[in-house]
Every structure is written in structure tokens, then in C-alpha cells.
């Protein structure tokens, strides 16, 4: 993560009092996962390109068009492996080599990790930890930057957070 050389404390990297990158791309990212009908966890998802224009933005949600029975939510559990994660969704929206960096509002999953190598992301930034994913281990094998952003504009409006 953006450390300050001279300390510990981490760094919004702004240039003068223009927004650095990866905070653009989290706060996008951040409102993105606002769109998510998911009650239990919000994630969004912004890609950019080479030159740092936006591809576009996804959250986590049922298959597109899918219209869920008034009971599925109840089941926390159950829901689970039928939620689309956000990096799946966004990795829809482009091909293999067209985006270079990926801002998650969670670390990616390891399936998210590796569908995110596949698709040859560079630079990925994730807001909150997700202690039970491998990313770490497969971004440092295959050299992908993956680092913390903690403050970007949205940080302190707090959104859901809550165990995958
Ligand atoms: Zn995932």
C-alpha cells in the first residue's frame, strides 16, 4: 500500500489537489457497490484502461435480468454461491488486455484473483481486507501490483461491510 517514506501513515495520493489514480478508481468503485441488491455485502468494481479511461463499473448481483423469488434473500447462507461477484461482472464488460488497472471495494476473491490474471490486470486496488483470499500469494507470483486504498472521497461514508 501508499506508504509516506518518511512514516506509517498511508497516503491519499493526490498530485497538488488533483486525485491520484487509485483513489479516481475506488471512489467509482465505491458507487458502483451502491447499486448492489445484494442486503449483505455491497462490492463494486471500476476498470480503466492503458491511458486511464474508464471502461466501466459492476457490482456484485444476481444474473442480469434474473427477478428472485420475494423469499431469497432470507437464506444468507444459501444465497451465496449464486451471487455474480463484481469482478466477474466487470471482466464482462471487456477483452483480455484492454484493462489495465482493477479497484475493488473487497479484495478479490482467489476465483475473482485468477479471472482477474486471466483477463491480464496489471494494478488492482481493494478497499477492505478479505482475509480468506489467496490474492496476495497469486499477485505476487505473477507480479500484479495489489495494494490498499484506504482513503479516497467516499471512505467516510461508511457502507456495508460484512463477512463474504
Ligand atoms: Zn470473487
Known amino acids: 500500500m501508499g506508504l509516506d517514506p518518511d512514516g506509517d501513515e498511508p497516503l491519499t495520493r493526490h498530485v497538488g489537489n488533483r486525485l491520484g489514480i487509485p483513489e479516481y478508481a475506488m471512489a ?3 458507487v458502483a457497490s451502491l447499486r448492489s441488491e445484494d442486503p449483505y455485502r455491497k462490492v463494486g ?3 480503466l484502461d492503458g491511458d486511464n479511461r474508464v471502461i466501466g463499473t459492476a457490482y456484485n448481483g444476481l444474473a442480469p ?3 428472485p423469488p420475494r ?5 444468507r447462507a444459501a444465497r451465496q454461491k449464486f451471487m455474480l461477484h463484481a469482478e466477474i461482472n466487470l471482466c464482462s464488460l471487456f477483452r483480455r488486455g484492454e484493462a489495465r488497472l482493477v479497484a475493488t471495494t473487497t479484495m478479490p476473491c482467489t476465483s475473482c484473483m485468477q479471472t482477474l490474471c486471466s483477463y491480464g490486470i496489471k ?3 481493494y478497499h477492505e481486507i478479505y482475509h480468506q ?3 496476495p500469494e497469486i499477485a505476487e507470483l505473477y507480479g500484479i501490483r495489489l495494494e490498499q486504498v484506504e482513503r479516497y472521497p467516499l471512505s467516510e461514508f461508511g457502507y456495508l461491510a460484512s463477512a463474504k
Open 28 to 30: 467509482l468503485a465505491h
Open 45 to 47: 468494481a471500476a476498470a
Open 65 to 67: 435480468g434474473f427477478d
Open 71 to 75: 423469499d431469497f434473500w432470507n437464506d
Open 123 to 125: 494494478e488492482i486496488y
Open 133 to 135: 483470499s489467496d490474492a
